[in-house]
C-alpha cells in the first residue's frame, strides 16, 4: 500500500461550512443581544412613567445602567461586533464611556431608591432585590477601580503585572454581569413589579434578559479568560 494518502478538499471545505455557520450564528445572537437589551430599557421607561414618584426613576436608571451601558461596553469588544470601529484604541475608549455612564446611572437609581424609601419611612435593605443590588454596586465600583489600574498602571501602586490586572478587570466584569442579572430577575418577583405586568408578559420579561447574558458572558468567558490545554 502506498504509504502517502491522496488529500481531499471535502474535509477543509466542511470546515469553512462550519466556520462562516458559526460566524453567522455568533452575529445573529450579537444582534439579538443588543435588540433585546435596548427593548427592556423601552419596556422598563414605558411600565415605570418615569417623573410620577421619586421611585418611579430607580428601575429605569438601573436598567440603562446595566440593560445599555454595561451591555453595549462588553459586546462592542467580541467577535461579531456591530460595531464598525476596528481600532482597539477606539473601543477601550468607548468602553470607558460607556462604563463611565454605567456607574452614573447605577448610582443615580440607588440616590431615587435611598429618597424613595426615606421619603416613605421604609426600612433599607430588607429584601433579596435589595442585597444583590448592593453587591452589585459594591462589585462594580471594584471592576472599575481595576480598570483604572489596568489604564494607568504607572500611577497604581498595587504591585501587579497588567496581565494579572487585565485578568482581575475581566474576571470581575464577569461577576458583574452575572449579579447584575441575578439582581434584575430578582426585581420581576418584587410587589410593583408584579402589579405592573402580569401574565405572558411577566413570563416574557422574565426570560429575555437571558439571551443578553448568555452572549456577554460566553464572549467573556470565550475571548478573555485563560483556557487550560487538556493533554490526553
Known amino acids: ?3 502517502d494518502v491522496e488529500y481531499s478538499p471535502v474535509g477543509k471545505g ?7 455557520l458559526y460566524v453567522w450564528m455568533r452575529r445573529v445572537a450579537v444582534i ?9 430599557v423601552v419596556t422598563i421607561f414605558v411600565l415605570s412613567r418615569p417623573g410620577t414618584s421619586l421611585f418611579s426613576w430607580h428601575p429605569v436608571c438601573m436598567s440603562v445602567a446595566y440593560w445599555l451601558c454595561l451591555t453595549e461596553g462588553l459586546l462592542l ?10 481600532s482597539r484604541s477606539h473601543k477601550v475608549c468607548m468602553h470607558w464611556c460607556c ?8 448610582i443615580t437609581g440607588l440616590g431615587f431608591m435611598v429618597a424613595s424609601k426615606n421619603r416613605s419611612e ?18 462594580t465600583a471594584l471592576q472599575a477601580a481595576c480598570g483604572l489600574c489596568v489604564h494607568f498602571p504607572k500611577q497604581q501602586q498595587i504591585l501587579l503585572y497588567p496581565s494579572k490586572l487585565k485578568l482581575y478587570h475581566t474576571t470581575l466584569g464577569l461577576v458583574v454581569y452575572f449579579l447584575a442579572t441575578v439582581t434584575i430577575l430578582s426585581a420581576m418577583f418584587s410587589d410593583w413589579f ?18 443578553p447574558a448568555l452572549v456577554v458572558m460566553n464572549q467573556i468567558i470565550n475571548s478573555h479568560l485563560p483556557h487550560k490545554k487538556i493533554t490526553i
Open 1 to 3: 500500500m502506498p504509504a
Open 14 to 20: 466542511l470546515e469553512m461550512q462550519e466556520s462562516r
Open 32 to 40: 439579538a443581544a443588543h435588540a433585546t437589551g435596548l427593548g427592556l
Open 77 to 86: 469588544f467580541g467577535e461579531g461586533s456591530l460595531y464598525c470601529c476596528k
Open 99 to 106: 462604563q463611565a455612564a454605567e456607574l452614573v446611572f447605577a
Open 122 to 139: 421604609l426600612p433599607h435593605l430588607v429584601s433579596w432585590h435589595s442585597v444583590l443590588g448592593l453587591c452589585t454596586l459594591v462589585v
Open 194 to 211: 408584579q402589579a405592573t405586568v402580569r401574565g405572558v408578559g411577566w413570563w416574557a420579561l422574565l426570560l429575555l434578559p437571558l439571551l
